[in-house]
């Protein structure tokens, strides 16, 4: 199907991906793929950044398990919660385990986060049981949809087959983080700050309760959770890539009263010794000067994680990827 594009409606667009899942290898069934299946996945990248993907090939039950396994956890008392604080030292690219947004963030949340279990950096709770299985599992499927999603985007993006399988082939940056998201008080509401992903893919698994929004045209748009769906974002890395043609969308959390939110997010990534600037494709070979000076990724993955840890106490001193715009 192709993407549905209903702004007045303030929906996101909807991508089929049944068409890329042919039977065989990604690349093939990417091959084979309708040229309208395709646009769909061009057009939503390009006009909004954001889009909901449907038969994408990750169990239901085991995205509604995770989310009810993540839940349990984070309803532990903080002591327990405790149990998996990040060890002091780990090589990890960022802290795995537990953790709560300093108290003077804007930001209001607190999360768990997991790297490829092979690389040996995750830290888990006993309780609950299951949560590492299924955490691990769901981590699994979502590495091989991201897998397949970039190369869904080669195509998009108009490269040389399998140029961003061999560009970003290393997922030992990839990372899922589980959070939950306390009830808006009368004062304030805020989830997560508006701001864009740093990354090269997002995909977002939430419960019932809402509070995702994406900006669209000067408008904030509800993300409105539908079961069994799947919100993927393309960030900054694909947006500097293409040379602005595609959009890291701006997006935010906003809580509601009464309620805790919880959500699953998977970051795709690059490594972080890869060096990130606009593609020929996209500058001098379409006659085109480039908008951003290359740049180091982990540079980059630091300067935001600064963000978190010391937020600046002007909003124009935050770091976006304009700070590398020429």
């Not at 690349?27 to 793929?33: D, K, Y």
């Given at each position: 199907m192709a993407a549905t594009n209903n702004v007045g409606a303030g929906a996101l667009p909807v991508v089929d991906l049944a068409p890329f899942l042919a039977t065989g290898d990604d690349?093939?069934?990417?091959?084979?793929?309708s040229a309208s299946a395709t646009g769909a996945v061009r057009e939503a990248c390009r006009d909004y950044g954001f889009f909901r993907a449907v038969n994408h090939g990750v169990p239901a039950e085991l995205m509604a398990r995770a989310l009810e396994l993540s839940a349990a956890f984070f309803a532990l008392p903080d002591e327990e919660k405790a149990k998996a604080r990040p060890v002091e030292g780990s090589e990890a690219p960022l802290p795995a385990g537990y953790a709560r947004q300093p108290a003077h963030s804007a930001d209001k949340n607190e999360y768990l986060l997991a790297f490829d279990p092979q690389l040996g950096f995750n830290l888990y709770p006993d309780e609950p049981s299951g949560f590492r299985e299924a955490l691990e599992e769901l981590y699994g499927k979502l590495t091989e949809l991201g897998v397949l999603i970039q190369e869904i985007l080669n195509k998009c993006m108009g490269l040389p087959p399998g140029f961003l399988k061999e560009y970003n082939g290393d997922r030992s940056f990839d990372f899922i983080a589980a959070l939950r998201y306390s009830p808006a008080t009368a004062e304030e509401n805020n989830g997560v700050s508006e701001h864009e992903d740093g990354n090269c893919i997002t995909f977002v698994l939430q419960d019932g309760v809402g509070g995702l929004e994406v900006l669209k045209d000067g408008a904030w748009v509800p993300?409105?959770?539908v079961e069994g769906s799947i919100i993927v974002n393309i960030g900054d890395v694909i947006q500097v890539l293409t040379n602005g043609k595609m959009k890291s969308a701006t997006?935010?959390?906003v809580r509601k009263p009464a309620v805790h939110r919880h959500s699953l997010v998977f970051f795709f990534n690059v490594h972080g010794d890869r060096w990130v600037e606009p593609l020929p494709e996209y500058t001098e070979k379409i006659g085109e000067a480039p908008r951003y000076r290359r740049f180091l990724y982990s540079e980059?993955?630091?300067?935001?994680?600064?963000n978190k840890t010391h937020p600046p106490s002007r909003p124009e001193d935050v770091v976006h990827?304009?700070?590398y715009a020429i």
């Open positions: 690349e093939g069934g990417v091959a084979r793929a993300v409105d959770p997006h935010r959390v980059y993955q630091q300067l935001r994680m600064r990827i304009t700070h």
